[in-house]
């Protein structure tokens, strides 16, 4: 039964679920929506006026891949300036504690990390690092923005509106003017973010990870998706057949609340400090 309303009743039943431990999280864009980061379903959400990227669009068409840079150009500073919030927070508090013992998280912000996180299986990569699908040469993306600023001194577009994996809507005029730079250790070696585009796999050996992860843990915490997509649900359904609790928190539905032991319809930002708070009384919690 998903719980509206006041919190407290079901933080309650939450922390009996949590506070045990061996507790995987599996997390989504909503986690990072109080960093400044929207997503796509929640109350946040934004509606895309173009289709996302695909990696079949963004390697066989030079227009397309140059639209992408462009607006990934701009985006990128968004997801670069944000900051973990009391979510990502609390999270890093439940692992140092020992309560949490891995996180499978979808988002490509990096913002687990930046709370304190340790032990994060980044599913659909970081936005923060770039790859060349020429050599395979995998660098920072602070060096790529430099070389993208040098190569456009002029290039002044405005964000109309920022998506969740660093896209920005962009008008045409900005994205016509914009040029891009290809692998500076190979000749004309297509550079890529290190993320997963849609039509892409999830690496395999990331994704066994990420089972093996689920499969030992004794309660999988969802906080912040919609799971709408396979990727992401996959390790909920996983979790479901082997009879592992699933605790659901996320703003709105989810496709698979009828699995759940637990759903709470809350903010993050005030379930989860809350919920430390009170594994804290049982536990042996680092004070914040």
Known sequence: MRQHGSVSEPIDALTELVGTGDVVVLSGAGLSTESGI?????????????????YQTFTGDPDARRRYWARSHLGWRTIARAAPNAGHRAVA?????????????????????????????????????????????A???????????????EFAGRALAVNPDGDVELGDDDVARFRTVDCAGCAGGMLKPDVVFFGETVPPGRVRDCFELVERARLLLVLGSSLTVMSG????IRADRLGIPVAIVNQGPTRSDGCATLTVDAPLGTVLPELVRRVGATACLPGR
């Open 38 to 54: 929207p997503d796509y379903r929640g109350p946040s959400g934004v509606a895309r006026r173009h289709t996302p990227m695909t």
């Open 93 to 137: 508090d439940l692992e140092r504690a020992g309560v949490v013992t891995g996180i499978v998280t979808q988002n490509v912000d990096g913002l687990h990390q930046a709370g304190g996180a340790r032990s994060v299986v980044e599913l659909h990569g970081n936005l923060d690092r770039v790859v060349c699908l020429g050599c395979g040469a």
């Open 139 to 153: 660098g920072p993306r602070e060096e790529l923005d430099g070389r993208l600023r040098a190569a456009n001194p």
């Open 233 to 236: 649900r996959r390790f909920v």
